[in-house]
């Protein structure tokens, strides 16, 4: 007994450890390129068809109905924020479970000043949707806004337009995350600039990018930019003295994209792999700032909501429900906590095949809205 209480500990905290990595894990290239594809009108997207150029107002209404699509396909609340007759901001909101007062806003401008600008800004845009893919899977104690900026070519028209109005309602931005070019480097040193103005209340965003960096093995290197320029959409929220950060290229390390503001900024100039570790980076830091709402409590009363047989097992293990309790999914963690499969519930008895599984002990963590339940069995 005493054993496996020990070996369940053991097994929590490593999973708590290895949450930021794991997310950061599920950010796919293939679904990143896959979305600058779409936007910049490279490949058509399924409801929309091929995006026009995204300087033209045909081309901005066909990204923005676009953008709104893939965050409600995701489960996010969104909405157009027409804040002027020609300005469109995309705004998805997933509430936060604890401080559903106070945001954290993951952002990048989706318009252009000609066609394709796959650097300038689809790469931001589509790090924004993979951002809203992965995290919209978790639950965070503060609220997440996922923004994707009109107008910004213009002098940051869309993302002006929010923080005043932001600031007007007195809505507690607790930071923001801007993406703007995040996907040329010409030299492959894979520099990249975290610019954060002049307010010490920055530092703090900055060195979670860094304390993330640390966790992780990529190759990036981070070049910390005080004060930074003001120009994207970061400075509209520096007016109203929020917290805000940009994270881009090597703007000011002489490794900018030479084909910036013109037709030549196409996908085929981007370095991939410093692509997608920049968007790991920064969907892993925001994970860490809104706080991954964690439902783990050593849960003793297993035995009184489930009865898991036969325990020892050589091929399936059944999960009864004594409790009427809502199941979301049932993992089966080895004992060095790295998850071996997971399944969804039936209704009153699951099967689970652990024919395929080493023999040793496992954890067997019932996910419910609220609770983990775990439950250690032999797997013969
Ligand atoms: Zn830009």
Not at 1 to 6: E, H, N, R, V
Not at 304 to 309: A, C, G
Request: proline share 3%.
């Amino acid at each position: 007994m005493k054993i496996s209480i020990l070996l369940f500990i053991f097994s929590l905290s490593h999973l708590s450890a290895q949450t930021t990595k794991s997310i950061m894990a599920e950010v796919q290239l293939d679904s990143l390129v896959s979305s600058v594809e779409e936007l910049t009108g490279e490949k058509p997207s399924d409801n929309f068809g091929t995006i026009p150029n995204r300087n033209t107002s045909s081309g901005r209404t066909s990204a923005f109905m676009y953008l709104e699509q893939r965050l409600k396909d995701y489960g996010i609340e969104s909405k157009i924020d027409n804040y002027r007759t020609v300005g469109y901001n995309v705004v998805g909101t997933q509430k936060g479970t604890k401080y559903p007062d106070s945001l954290f806003i993951i952002c990048a401008h989706y318009d252009s000043v000609d066609d394709f600008c796959a650097d300038d800004n689809a790469s931001g845009t589509s790090a924004v949707l993979e951002a809203a893919r992965v995290l919209s899977q978790y639950k965070f104690d503060y609220t997440i806004v996922y923004a994707l900026w009109d107008e910004e070519e213009g002098g940051l028209i869309g993302s002006s337009n929010y923080a005043r109005a932001a600031n007007r309602n007195g809505d507690k931005i607790a930071g923001v995350l801007n993406m703007d070019m995040i996907g040329y480097d010409g030299n492959g040193d894979f520099l990249f600039e975290v610019h954060i103005g002049n307010t010490p209340k920055n530092d703090r965003m900055a060195n979670k990018v860094a304390e993330v960096l640390d966790k992780s093995n990529f190759k990036l290197e981070q070049s910390v930019q005080i004060p930074g320029t003001n120009r994207s959409d970061h400075a509209s929220f520096w007016a109203y003295n929020y917290p805000a950060i940009l994270v881009t290229e090597g703007f000011f390390n002489d490794d900018f994209n030479p084909a910036y503001h013109s037709s030549d900024d196409k996908l085929s100039l981007m370095r991939l792999e410093y692509y997608h570790q920049i968007s790991q980076l920064v969907i892993g830091t925001m994970s860490e700032l809104a706080v991954l709402s964690n439902p783990t409590s050593v849960e003793s009363s297993f035995d009184i909501t489930f009865d898991v047989y036969p325990n020892p097992t050589t091929d399936i293990i059944y999960l009864k429900k004594k409790a009427n309790i809502e199941i979301n999914d049932i993992s089966i963690y080895n004992m060095t906590g790295s998850a071996q499969l997971t399944t969804l519930p039936s209704i009153n008895i699951t099967k689970v095949d652990v024919a395929n599984l080493p023999s040793g002990f496992y954890l067997l963590i019932v996910n419910t809205e609220d609770k983990l339940y775990s439950k250690t069995f032999i797997k013969l």
